[in-house]
Nanobody, 133 residues
Framework: QVHLVESGGGSVAPGASLTLSCAATGFTTAHDCIGWFRQPAGKEREGVAALYTGGRNTYYGDSKKGRFAISHDRVPDYQGGAKHMVYLQVDSLNPEDTGVYYC???????????????????WGQGILVNVSS
């Protein structure tokens, strides 16, 4: 069973940068889609970025490329398996970036490329990012 845990959120000042981390375990294949989503208070969830763990392609939501960067590391564990670490770096944070950020995984190719959250099967618990002065 895929398990996702986000970390790295908190309160930051406008203009700062922040890197969120997603620790993902339980995959049975070497080519899986993992994405980042966010939901500002009172607004709909939106796709931010996604990638495939076995490839080099990255995908970004509308108006997200530029300030957002998604990346991936595969970290071997002592039991002979591995976990995936997926990072989301956000630069030049502004108050509109405030919200709960979610890591999600297991999606068909078309949903990964379009970052369609309705078709992602596994979700983390989310982590709050608050941008304020």
């Amino acid at each position: 069973q895929v398990h996702l845990v986000e970390s790295g959120g908190g309160s930051v000042a406008p203009g700062a940068s922040l890197t969120l981390s997603c620790a993902a375990t339980g995959f049975t294949t070497a080519h899986d889609c993992i994405g980042w989503f966010r939901q500002p208070a009172g607004k709909e969830r939106e796709g931010v970025a996604a990638l495939y763990t076995g490839g080099r392609n990255t995908y970004y939501g509308d108006s997200k490329k530029g300030r957002f960067a998604i990346s991936h590391d595969r970290v071997p564990d002592y039991q002979g398996g591995a976990k995936h670490m997926v990072y989301l770096q956000v630069d030049s944070l502004n108050p509109e970036d405030t919200g709960v950020y979610y890591c999600a995984a297991v999606a068909p190719q078309s949903a990964c490329q379009s970052i369609d959250g309705s078709r992602f099967e596994a979700w983390g618990q989310g982590i709050l990012v608050n941008v304020s002065s």
